[in-house]
């Protein structure tokens, strides 16, 4: 049973930094396709990042030149790098990983933007 674990949260100020981590339970990258969604305060949950097939990164315009996704498949773990955090950015964050009917999700990691 694959296993998703977000790590890296916490409270931080506009402007700041904060790099996400996720780590899966066995190596998956080379199967699944992976990503990192958010749950706004009142939201739905929304895509934020991903992994195309091809190992190119796509990312929502909201999060677009502020964010960087990437992996480490030695250590089976994905990150999610923020930059220019901004208070609208707080959220719940989750790491997702698919291959055909699996669909893993991690329990998330809270984000809180605010001076």
């Known amino acids: 049973q694959v296993r998703l674990v977000e790590s890296g949260g916490g409270l931080v100020q506009p402007g700041g930094s904060l790099r996400l981590s996720c780590a899966a339970s066995?190596?998956?990258?080379?199967?699944?396709?992976m990503a990192w969604y958010r749950q706004g305060p009142g939201k739905q949950r929304e895509w934020i990042a991903r992994f195309t097939s091809s190992g190119s990164t796509v990312y929502a315009d909201s999060v677009k030149g502020r964010f960087t996704i990437s992996r480490d498949s030695a250590k089976n773990t994905m990150y999610l790098q923020m930059n220019s955090l901004k208070p609208e950015d707080t959220a719940v964050y989750y790491c997702?990983?698919?291959?055909?009917?699996?669909?893993?999700w991690g329990p998330g990691t809270q984000v809180t933007v605010s001076a």
């Open positions: 997702n990983g698919r291959w055909g009917v699996n669909d893993k």
């Open positions: 066995e190596s998956i990258f080379s199967t699944y396709a």
